[in-house]
């Protein structure tokens, strides 16, 4: 009889520990990496210019 009790009473009391135990959310990510991309795309659009220019230069002595 008292391991019916006790068994009821450790039933009850893990039930309410469970209602206090919640799980935290997950910690926020991380900030995005500040990647500066003027450097390149300066000299990746200064390169398409150049080239762009050769073309036209050369199909323009062509003719």
């Known amino acids: 009889m008292k391991t019916k009790y006790f ?5 009850v009391v893990l039930i309410s520990i469970s209602q206090f135990a919640l799980a935290q959310a997950p910690p926020p990510p991380p900030p995005p990496a500040a990647v500066p991309i003027d450097g390149g795309l ?4 200064a390169a398409g210019l150049g080239f762009g220019a050769k073309k036209a230069w050369d199909a323009r002595k062509s003719d």
């Open 7 to 11: 068994a009821a009473f450790l039933v």
């Open 42 to 45: 300066s000299l990746l659009l």
